[in-house]
């Protein structure tokens, strides 16, 4: 397991986060989607925030990335879904007849976190802390 550092401190923090078209509108093919994500890989940087993976439905799409500690998420989440929207349908107009009120996404989202170990593991460890064995 390869962990990220920086001056002060060592970390690893995977998120998987799902984005669901309003009313699950079936917008999405690849061209639709790669566009998704360039606009992702964009906007990423600027809240040390980087992909590792990105996949589509036709109404949703999951992405998996990492961030660093000092990562305000919900605050890049809202700045993707507002660009991403924007541009998406400026570019692919021909989607507009399939949204609701020209509504992209949903006003919600899912993210959820992820890691090597599982959170028994993980529980299991934190209480045999101070235990000698």
Same mark, same amino acid.
């Given at each position: 397991?390869?962990?990220?550092?920086?001056?002060h401190s060592v970390f690893l923090?995977?998120?998987?986060?799902?984005?669901?078209?309003?009313?699950?509108?079936?917008?999405?093919?690849?061209?639709?989607?790669?566009?998704?994500?360039?606009?992702?890989?964009?906007?990423?940087?600027?809240?040390?925030?980087?992909?590792?993976?990105?996949?589509?439905?036709?109404?949703?799409?999951? /992405?998996?990335?990492?961030?660093?500690?000092?990562?305000?998420?919900?605050?890049?989440?809202?700045?993707?879904?507002?660009?991403?929207?924007?541009? /998406?349908?400026?570019?692919?107009?021909?989607?507009?007849?399939?949204?609701w009120k020209e509504q992209f996404?949903?006003?919600?989202?899912?993210?959820?976190?992820?890691?090597?170990?599982?959170?028994?593991?993980?529980?299991?460890y934190i209480e045999s802390q101070?235990?000698?064995?």
């Open positions: 397991m390869k962990l990220d550092n920086n001056a923090l995977c998120y998987h986060l799902v984005l669901v078209v309003k009313y699950r509108r079936q917008v999405f093919d690849d061209s639709i989607s790669n566009r998704a994500k360039e606009i992702f890989e964009y906007i990423a940087p600027n809240y040390n925030i980087t992909l590792q993976e990105w996949n589509h439905d036709k109404d949703h799409v999951h /992405i998996l990335f990492k961030a660093h500690p000092k990562s305000e998420i919900s605050k890049f989440i809202n700045a993707y879904k507002s660009a991403s929207s924007r541009l /998406i349908k400026k570019d692919f107009p021909q989607i507009r007849q399939k949204l996404w949903s006003q919600s989202f899912c993210l959820l976190t992820t890691g090597d170990a599982p959170v028994e593991v993980i529980k299991t101070g235990e000698k064995h």
